[in-house]
C-alpha cells in the first residue's frame, strides 16, 4: 500500500473526476445560458419565466412584469388584511377570556359566600350554576338542614339582588322570573367549588 504507483493513481483518479465534475457543471451552465438567451432577449427574466407568462397567457414581457407586480402587490394586500383580522381576532379572543375569568371568580366568589352562610357549611354540594345576561347567578345546590336531612336549595345572587329558597314566601316567582330565561351555563364553578378551590 505505500507504493508511490498507487498514490499517484489516486491523486490522478481525483483529479480526472473533479475535472469531470467541472466540466459536467460547466456543461450544464452553458446548455441553461443557451436555453435563456431567446427569453431574455424577449425581456424575461429566464426561459422558466417566460414559460410562466405564456402559461398565464401574456406573450409581451413588460406586460407580464406588471402582472407579476399586481400580483405581489394584491398578496401584500391579502397578508396585511389577514395579519389585522388575526390581531383583531386575537384582542377579541383576550377580551372573551376576561370576561369569563372575571365571571368565574365572581360566580365563585358567591358561591363560596352561599356556602358559608349554610347551617352545616361541609354537607354543601352545588349542582348547577348559571348566570343570565343581567349578571344574576343561579345556584342550584343540596345540603343538610337543621334535623341532618340533606335537603335541595337554591339561590340566586347578583345585580343588587339575593334569595335563597329557604328564605320565604316569593321566591319561586322571583326565581322563575330572574333565573328560568336563557343563561349562560357555569360549570367551572361547580367543578371548583366541589373540589375544594
Known amino acids: 500500500m505505500d507504493d508511490p504507483g498507487y498514490k499517484g493513481l489516486a491523486v490522478l483518479f481525483v483529479g480526472l473526476s473533479a475535472g469531470f465534475a467541472i466540466w459536467a457543471a460547466d456543461s450544464a451552465m452553458i446548455a441553461q445560458r443557451e436555453k435563456d438567451r431567446p427569453a431574455q432577449v424577449a425581456g424575461f427574466k429566464d426561459d422558466q419565466d417566460m414559460t410562466r407568462a405564456k402559461e398565464a397567457g401574456f406573450a409581451d414581457s413588460a406586460a407580464w412584469r406588471a402582472e407579476i407586480k399586481r400580483r405581489d402587490d394584491a398578496s401584500a394586500a391579502e397578508r396585511e388584511r389577514l395579519a389585522v383580522a388575526e390581531t383583531k381576532r386575537k384582542v377579541e379572543e383576550d377580551e372573551r377570556k376576561k370576561i369569563s375569568n372575571r365571571r368565574f371568580n365572581e360566580g365563585l366568589l358567591y358561591a363560596k359566600a352561599l356556602k358559608k352562610s349554610m347551617k352545616n357549611p361541609d354537607s354543601f354540594k352545588l349542582e348547577l350554576v348559571t348566570r343570565t345576561a343581567d349578571g344574576i347567578y343561579c345556584y342550584e345546590y ?50 371548583a367549588l366541589n373540589n375544594g378551590y
Not at 335541595?152 to 319561586?172: E, L, N, Q
Open 142 to 191: 343540596r345540603a343538610t338542614n337543621s334535623f341532618n336531612a340533606v335537603v335541595p336549595g337554591r339561590a340566586y345572587i347578583g345585580a343588587g339582588k339575593s334569595g335563597t329558597s329557604d328564605g320565604g314566601a316569593g321566591f319561586a316567582s322571583q326565581w322563575n322570573k330572574l333565573c328560568a330565561r336563557g343563561t349562560e351555563n357555569m360549570d367551572l364553578i361547580v367543578y
